[in-house]
């Protein structure tokens, strides 16, 4: 799995961007059973604006981990980046319900509510964010967007 991630993390770097796709889906191809191989594919087409393939990776985590709040949040985060914000928001919620705590899934799901309009409950989710576990900076960072918002 190292080996595979690395390789496309190359190949990326030499813009060969459908190579490294490619290795990614070989990785899940091979190890289809495993929710680490999903997960590690989801991440790599996620930083790298691959939206529908981290899509696919992530549902595919979630089938494999429906109990883990992980997997729901990082499918939150990929259907955010393709500005979907009702399949977002649904699974933040479903992280959340799964781990209250959950600083990702919270993120997420503030910054969906703001990007749909909905300026309440995005105010609600941040200030919740700034009442987690969260770094000085973060927390900053954080604030002004609770100031921007009130």
């Known amino acids: 799995m190292k080996g595979r991630s690395l390789k496309a993390n190359i190949l990326l770097n030499e813009k060969r961007n459908a190579e490294a796709a490619q290795e ?3 990785l899940t191809l ?3 059973d495993d929710w680490h191989s999903w997960r590690t594919a989801g991440l790599f087409f996620w930083r790298n604006q691959m939206t529908d ?3 696919a990776s992530f549902e595919r985590y ?3 981990r429906p109990d883990t709040a992980d ?18 928001v649904t699974n933040a919620k479903k992280a959340l319900e799964l781990d209250r705590e959950n600083i990702n899934a ?6 969906a509510y703001e990007l749909s309009g909905q300026r309440k409950e995005a ?15 973060y927390r900053k ?3 002004k967007k609770i100031q921007e918002l009130q």
Not at 106 to 111: F, G, M, R, S
Not at 126 to 135: H, P, T
């Open 24 to 26: 990614m889906k070989t």
């Open 30 to 32: 091979h190890r289809a």
């Open 53 to 55: 393939d981290a899509i």
């Open 62 to 64: 979630v089938v494999l």
């Open 71 to 88: 997997s729901h949040q990082f499918l939150a985060l990929a259907y955010y980046q393709k500005k979907d914000v009702n399949k977002a």
């Open 106 to 111: 919270t993120n997420v799901l503030a910054q």
């Open 123 to 137: 105010l609600e989710k941040y200030e919740r964010l700034r009442a987690l576990d969260i770094s000085p900076e």
């Open 141 to 143: 960072t954080v604030e």
